[in-house]
């Protein structure tokens, strides 16, 4: 259905998107179909992800950037980079967004939770000169035919999630602050204490549920 | 395989916020290839670094920044559009993630001798924790050892007991210092795990102790 609703506006393809350039601050949402998600400014990142990843849609990498490009500044800066590193690692970050596009699953996270990954990595890269080993990849990529409930649930996450850290109580929200831009100490990092976050748990069912149906359906093909 | 003995919440909020060393992270990301439940905890934990990405705040790009990335990713060619499979494993004990650090398969590592008829291979990881795998022959126990920091411990051949509970393969095992611990290989057959540690472990016996600056334990 988000195929069949973006082939529609890729007809008048590039008056459609110029009008959401002008926009990409974010205050409207293009696209009303079912299954479309918004965040709280209102711009679906997620269907501007998949132009870029099924059409290489230069215009819509530009909203993603102007979106993200600055956040992902931020993020750095946070954890200790300086202005100028932190800008390359954001372009390259951006770049790397581009050019794995075709790995973008929007019923598996959301543009946000992606962007972050790239993030994380570029960082672990930049600052530590160090790696991280990545678990090995599920025998299947994207869906062409996502569960569109699925995706719904995937994009909008970020905000969901964003709510629940704000309602946390302060101590647990410094842990998760210096877990992603601090420093977690060695005995936060051996404590078995849990995170107790009512929506987290919520999104491991539902992962959890996505991963058995799909293992069924992987065996099915077999 | 039933995989009994997780990854906690605190080294999976840490592995997401990229706070593990090299060795760490690579028991982490091995026992995740082995363990559905732990994927999908993991993919929580990612997408609340999402949710911390987008509460950052904000710092300005220079106007021409888009224009540059758009100029260098046009004049290169998307990567590659197939799939990414994951290639079949060459040996099903050894994930991918584990497969890069000993070259395929667990029958092809060099193992040295820990003096006391079990054998280990470090893993060439970064220096401030360490990765190895260890073979405990059946029915034997581990050097007697304490920490000095967090151990992590993976079986991916075999199982061991320690004390009544029993670690079989995918199972971690996470100690810290208060943990003296004594696991023992099961009886039918070789033990072969991959363990961290982030500080140089305490050997109780004397040989051992002995041994420990040419086997760099």
Not at chain 2, 48 to 64: C, F, I, K, Q, Y
Request: charged letters at 25%.
């Amino acid at each position: 259905m988000l195929r069949d609703a973006d082939a529609g506006t890729n007809v008048d393809g590039n008056s459609g998107a110029a009008a959401y350039v002008a926009g990409c601050d974010g205050e409207f949402v293009f696209g009303k179909g079912q299954g479309r998600v918004a965040d709280g400014n209102g711009t679906d990142w997620g269907a501007l992800l998949l132009r870029v990843r099924d059409g290489q849609d230069k215009v819509a990498f530009a909203a993603l950037f102007r979106h993200f490009a600055p956040r992902v500044k931020g993020f750095l800066m946070k954890s200790g980079a300086s202005a100028q590193l932190a800008e390359e690692c954001a372009q390259d970050v951006m770049a790397t967004l581009w050019q794995k596009a075709h790995l973008f699953d929007p019923a598996r996270a959301s543009v946000a939770t992606w962007v972050f990954t790239i993030a994380r990595n570029r960082r672990i890269d930049a600052l530590r000169k160090a790696r991280r080993p990545e678990p090995e990849d599920l025998p299947w990529g994207p869906e062409p035919e996502p569960d569109q409930a699925e995706v719904y649930e995937a994009q909008q996450e970020t905000t969901r999630l964003g709510d629940a850290i704000a309602r946390l109580p302060e101590k647990q929200r410094v842990l998760i602050e210096r877990a992603f831009w601090g420093e977690m100490s060695h005995s936060e990092i051996a404590s078995e204490t849990g995170l107790p976050l009512g929506t987290i748990k919520s999104r491991i069912r539902l992962a959890m549920e996505r991963l058995r149906q799909q293992m069924d359906e992987g065996e099915d093909r077999t | 395989m039933t995989i009994r003995h997780h990854i906690s919440d605190q080294i999976l909020l840490a592995y997401a916020g990229g706070q593990l060393s090299e060795a760490f992270s690579l028991v982490v990301a091995t026992h995740i290839s082995l363990c559905d439940e732990c994927r999908a905890r993991a993919g929580a934990f990612d997408a609340l670094g999402g949710a911390m990405l987008d509460s950052a705040g904000t710092e300005p790009m220079p106007d021409d920044a888009v224009e540059d990335v758009l100029a260098r990713i046009t004049s290169l060619p998307q990567a590659p559009r197939a799939p990414s499979r994951a290639p079949m494993r060459t040996d099903p004990r050894v994930p991918a993630p584990l497969r890069d650090y000993i070259g395929g398969s667990l029958d092809g590592v060099r193992w040295r001798s820990l003096g006391t008829g079990a054998r280990q291979a470090i893993l060439p990881t970064g220096r401030d924790a360490t990765a190895r795998l260890l073979c405990i022959p059946a029915g034997q126990q581990m050097p007697d050892h304490g920490h000095n920091g967090l151990e992590m411990t993976l079986v991916l051949q075999g199982a061991f007991l320690d004390g009544a509970v029993r670690f079989g393969v995918g199972d971690v095992e996470i100690a810290d210092q208060s943990t003296e611990h004594r696991p023992v290989a099961e009886a039918w057959g070789d033990c072969i795990c991959l363990a961290a540690t982030d500080s140089k472990l305490r050997f109780s016996g004397l040989i051992p102790r002995l041994a420990q600056p040419f086997f760099r334990i």
